[in-house]
């Protein structure tokens, strides 16, 4: 599967972006869809997984009640909606699938889109 990202940018904090990151085959062969991200110097972390069935599942507190992930299995995308962005929210935000079940651990995933850039400023 290819992975496309788009809808990152440039940002004040509180503001709102929503990344949508559209496959090129049916994601309903995949059991979960994940966004990570990455800043400088960092980590790759994930901040939010939806599970083919259950819906999302994960958020890490650092994003939980400001961030939102849906999938949609019939048109074969994934969204992450990004509400009251902090500074601490700049960074590259990848999308990633795994055929068999839900993980936050980079490793875990082999397909990985190639990212968009979010940038939070005051």
């Known amino acids: 599967v290819e992975l496309l990202e788009s809808g990152g940018g440039s940002v004040e904090t509180g503001g709102s972006l929503t990344l949508s990151c559209a496959a090129s085959v049916g994601i309903a062969n995949y059991v979960c869809m994940a966004w990570f991200r990455q800043a400088p110097g960092k980590e790759r972390e994930a901040v939010a997984l939806a599970h083919f069935t259950a819906g999302p599942i994960y958020y890490p507190d650092s994003v939980k009640g400001r961030f939102s992930v849906s999938r949609d299995n019939a048109k074969n995308t994934v969204s992450l909606q990004m509400n009251n962005l902090k500074a601490e929210d700049t960074a590259v935000y990848y999308c990633?699938?795994?055929?068999?079940?839900?993980?936050?651990?980079?490793?875990?995933?082999?397909?990985w889109g190639r990212g968009t850039q979010v940038t939070v400023s005051s």
């Open positions: 990633a699938a795994h055929p068999e079940g839900c993980y936050s651990t980079p490793p875990k995933y082999n397909y």
